[in-house]
């Protein structure tokens, strides 16, 4: 199993940047693709990003390809979501999962969840 911990959400302007981190603990982060998903408030879970536990080509949903991008770093057993151009749409809680199996926009897809960190744009 693995455990994720979602941090460096807040409040931040429009046009502005945030750099979210989920640190994972159990077993060797290598081996879980990794995902982002948002949930606004009274809306159903969204993808925003996946990446292979390789570290392969990583994709973005369209809503945010060209502002966000996700990595990470396996030594450190951490992965990131960088979040550019930041409109107040974005505005969510967002949530990190890890999955052995399964990489792609799915919810259901992943079997570990962070308990999120809130991302809040003002316009």
């Known amino acids: 199993q693995v455990q994720l911990v979602e941090s460096g959400g807040g409040l931040v302007q429009a046009g502005g940047s945030l750099r979210l981190s989920c640190a994972a603990s159990?077993?060797?982060?290598?081996?879980?693709?990794m995902g982002w998903f948002r949930q606004a408030l009274g809306l159903e879970r969204e993808f925003v990003a996946a990446?292979?536990?390789?570290?392969?080509?990583?994709y973005c949903a369209n809503s945010v390809k060209g502002r966000f991008t996700i990595s990470r770093d396996n030594a450190k057993n951490t992965g990131y979501l960088q979040m550019n151009s930041l409109k107040p749409e974005d505005t969510a809680v967002y949530y990190c999962a890890a999955d052995r199996y399964y990489v792609g926009d799915w919810s259901s897809g992943y079997n570990y969840w962070g308990q999120g960190t809130q991302v809040t744009v003002s316009s």
């Open positions: 159990g077993r060797a982060f290598s081996d879980y693709n």
């Open positions: 990446i292979a536990g390789s570290g392969g080509t990583p």
